[in-house]
């Protein structure tokens, strides 16, 4: 398959925009493009036989002009699906694709030695997009719904936490917001977890216990991770009590096991139950004893990237 060849009229070269595999900047690229009168094409991994890098529902967005980004393998294949989104935009109507296994592109090789089906859709509205887009920025999840028959996208509500797939005929891509991270405490391993976790790609608010206010609790969603890096349970109990009343899918508290029997003695004096207890995982991180800021930063992030993952 030649990449080049776009016709007779035109040479297009997929390009990387930019390199990214969240959902929500994977659409805002689409919804951008559509809006600035430049079609564009969204790719859907909707089927896996086999191994695969990328999950059922990831996505490329593709502009006419050859400019995407996106995964929806682990960068093998990107520029070749690319080529082939152009070419859909080119013809004006939609397609699937198979790649790897049972795929007619002998060329196309999968690492993982599966195979994936993509779908390739042309935009025809900015809309659906549009409104998961709001619904992301307002921390809520959403879903499109793509029929193949009708060739139609359509918004799907706020969905749930329900993995995407096929259903009767349509394919359905689940969206949730960004992991939030709040980070809490005054030390150099809160500062050294800042860092590891924004290069992760989460949301982070550092949270000073001095200086912190009543949004904290505001800030806590079903879909934020709660860690605190403190050395003083004096200062940690108020805002760990404030997490445990809220639902985050993570809390962390830094300290040993005796540091947590006298944390968790601390809580049942506030009447916080055994159940409320065992939220909290302490000590904090995917591995014990970590000794250094940057061994404890890895450890947090993991375990908290971990629990997000099953709760998915």
């Keep these: 398959m030649n990449l080049h060849d776009f016709g007779e009229d035109e040479v297009v070269l997929p390009t990387v925009a930019f390199s990214t595999d969240e959902p929500g900047e994977i659409l805002r690229y689409a919804y951008d493009s559509f809006c600035a009168g430049i079609p564009v094409a969204l790719v859907t991994l909707v089927e896996i036989r086999g191994g695969a890098a990328r999950a059922i529902g990831a996505q490329m967005a593709v502009r006419r002009d050859g400019r995407y980004c996106g995964f929806v393998s682990g960068g093998c294949t990107e520029a070749a699906v690319a ?3 152009v070419q859909a935009l080119r013809k004006g109507y939609d397609r699937f694709l198979r790649l790897g296994e049972g795929s007619p592109f002998f060329d196309i090789v999968l690492p993982c030695g599966g195979g994936i089906n993509l779908s390739i859709h042309i935009l025809k509205s900015a809309e659906p997009v549009g409104k998961v887009l709001s619904h992301l920025a307002s921390r809520r999840p959403a879903s ?3 029929t193949p028959g009708s060739g139609s996208m359509e918004f799907g509500g706020e969905g749930s936490r329900y993995q995407s797939g096929w259903f009767d005929g349509t394919f359905v891509t689940h969206y949730q ?3 939030r991270v709040l980070l809490c405490g005054r030390s150099v391993e809160l500062e ?9 790609g989460y949301q982070v608010v550092k949270v000073d216990p001095v ?3 009543s ?5 806590i969603d079903a879909y934020s991770a709660v860690a605190f890096l403190f050395h003083d349970l004096d200062r940690e109990l108020p805002l ?15 300290g040993s096991r005796r540091t947590h029997e006298k944390r968790a003695a601390l809580l049942r004096k506030q009447g916080f139950g055994d159940a409320d207890i065992a939220r909290i995982r302490a000590p904090i991180g995917i591995f014990d004893k970590a000794r250094d800021a940057s061994s404890l930063a ?3 992030v993991a375990d908290i990237a971990a629990v997000r993952a099953r709760a998915q």
Excluded: K, M, N
């Design 177 to 179: 917001p960004i992991t």
């Design 240 to 254: 760990l009590q404030d997490a445990l009343r809220s639902d985050p899918f993570y809390i962390g508290a830094l």
């Design 192 to 200: 050294t977890t800042v860092a590891v976790a924004q290069a992760a």
């Design 211 to 213: 200086t912190t206010s």
């Design 215 to 219: 949004r904290f609790s505001s800030q």
């Design 298 to 300: 890895l450890s947090v």
């Design 144 to 146: 499109l719904r793509y």
């Design 83 to 85: 080529a082939e989104a």
